[in-house]
């Protein structure tokens, strides 16, 4: 894997703070700006990856990368009994806890800090585990994964939402425009911090996705894999099965 893409490239502090940093910088303005960016559409790409777990039925849910739980909120049209959210951002936290509140699922959804890397939930704890534009993030991508293979059941699955790179004329150099050109000029107009939508589009760039990053599944021991790309390949959902 190519040198790690960080947001703040002048400072000395690792990936894994200036992540958590950015995001508890951006958090009142992230979902917002998440829903205005992608016009709407990762509402749909949220719904369409948990309907890859419609029928595991699982019962026991981890969403890791949760920011303000719009991937755990989905979930429970699987009717889940629990699921836990788990994000190194104190801020998007908070605000995913109220927007929990407020909906009045706090009896099933619980959110707390917690790094994917080091998961503090005992082995085979959950039936699916599910992370949507978090995994791009972490500082050891491997780490993360292997954390989550660990706290999954046997037989459980995994579930990925996660940007990846159109290969295709004319959508490659459409979101190539869009994503290099008006998404950081726009994420710098209404967000709270001129890294954020810079360090998008680069760690986007340089992540592995398609059998690049299925490779990476299959070396943490996950099997049958699947991968479904999403909009001419802008995002793809990819799932492995423990
Ligand atoms: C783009 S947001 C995605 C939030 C949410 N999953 C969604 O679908 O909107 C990425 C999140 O990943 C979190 N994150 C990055 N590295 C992490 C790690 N090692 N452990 C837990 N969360 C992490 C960030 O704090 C941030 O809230």
């Known amino acids: 894997m190519e040198a790690k893409v960080i947001p703040y490239k002048d400072e000395s502090k690792g990936k894994k ?26 509402i749909i790409w949220r719904k369409k990856a948990v309907k890859m777990l419609k029928e595991d039925k699982p019962k026991m849910i981890l969403d890791v990368a949760t ?3 719009d991937f755990a909120i989905q979930s429970m049209s699987l009717n889940p009994d ?15 806890v109220s927007k929990i509140k407020k909906k009045g699922l706090d009896g099933i959804i619980s959110l707390a800090e ?14 699916a585990i599910t992370i ?32 990846s790179k159109p290969k295709l004329f004319p959508f490659k150099q459409i979101y190539h425009a869009y994503f290099f050109g008006l998404l950081p000029f726009v994420g710098k107009m209404f967000s709270d911090d001129d890294s954020a ?16 990053f299925t490779d990476l599944l299959v070396n943490q021991g996950f099997g049958e894999i699947q991968c479904k790309s999403l909009f001419f390949g802008i995002a793809t959902i990819y799932v492995g099965k423990k």
Request: proline share 2%.
């Open 17 to 42: 703070e200036q992540v958590a940093a950015m995001f508890d910088k951006i958090a009142s303005s992230y979902d917002f700006l998440n829903h205005l960016l992608s016009f709407g559409i990762d």
């Open 67 to 69: 920011g303000t739980g």
């Open 82 to 96: 629990k699921i836990f959210g788990i994000d190194i951002s104190k801020e998007m936290i908070k605000i995913g």
């Open 114 to 127: 917690g790094d994917a890397e080091d998961i503090k939930f005992d082995d085979e704890t959950f039936d």
């Open 132 to 163: 949507g534009f978090g995994v791009r993030n972490f500082e050891n991508v491997e780490k993360g994964l292997g954390s989550m293979y660990r706290v999954l059941k046997n037989g459980g699955k995994l579930v990925v939402l996660e940007f």
């Open 197 to 212: 939508y810079t360090y998008l589009p680069e760690s986007v760039k340089r992540f592995p996705d398609g059998k690049d």
